[in-house]
């Protein structure tokens, strides 16, 4: 009996406290500008491009110590999450020309025309010795959200598919 209201205390404590982060507002919550004078002037927030969205590929600083050489793309495709706002990631399937050999993925902001161009490519240190065989990879490429219209994804100079926002 002494362990059930032990218990009950202990959930009845968590259940009245609250988190402190209950209180913030979503990073894109819409705002009122402090000339509007009426509910349909809300603002929608920008949306930018890759908001909170690392890249675990991205080029190092480092890199530049290293030398460049291909990345073999068997596959490549748009993925598209059912999400407000849409989320867009990038499937990239293929292989590595060794082991030794560390996967990069360059991803340009939208141009002009909404085309983005990703390279995809791969490094290694000039001065180890690796044995000589493909080592693939299989990864998917968080992009993030993008303002409204219709853009295109080109990879390695291909477009491989369009989006719209």
């Not at 000339?35 to 949306?47: K, R, V, Y």
């Not at 002009?112 to 791969?122: D, L, T």
Request: charged share 15%; aromatic share 8%.
């Amino acid at each position: 009996m002494r362990n059930f209201a032990l218990l009950f205390g202990c959930i009845l404590i968590a259940a009245c406290s609250s988190s402190p982060d209950s209180t913030l507002l979503p990073e894109n919550t819409p705002t009122i500008s402090p000339n509007s004078t009426s509910l349909s002037e809300i603002e929608e927030p920008m949306i930018a491009f890759g908001t909170n969205l690392p890249n675990p590929y991205s080029p190092q600083a480092g890199d530049a110590k290293l030398s460049r050489a291909n990345a073999f793309l068997d596959s490549s495709k748009i993925n598209i999450m059912e999400s407000y706002p849409v989320q867009i990631s990038v499937y990239l399937q293929g292989s590595l020309p060794t082991p030794c050999h560390q996967l990069r993925v360059d991803i340009a902001q939208p141009d002009a025309e909404k085309r983005i161009q990703i390279e995809v490519f791969s490094v290694v240190d000039p001065n180890i010795i690796c044995i000589q065989m493909l080592q693939a990879f299989d990864v998917n490429i968080p992009l993030g959200s993008f303002p409204t219209g219709l853009y295109s994804i080109w990879v390695n100079g291909t477009q491989i598919g369009e989006f719209d926002s």
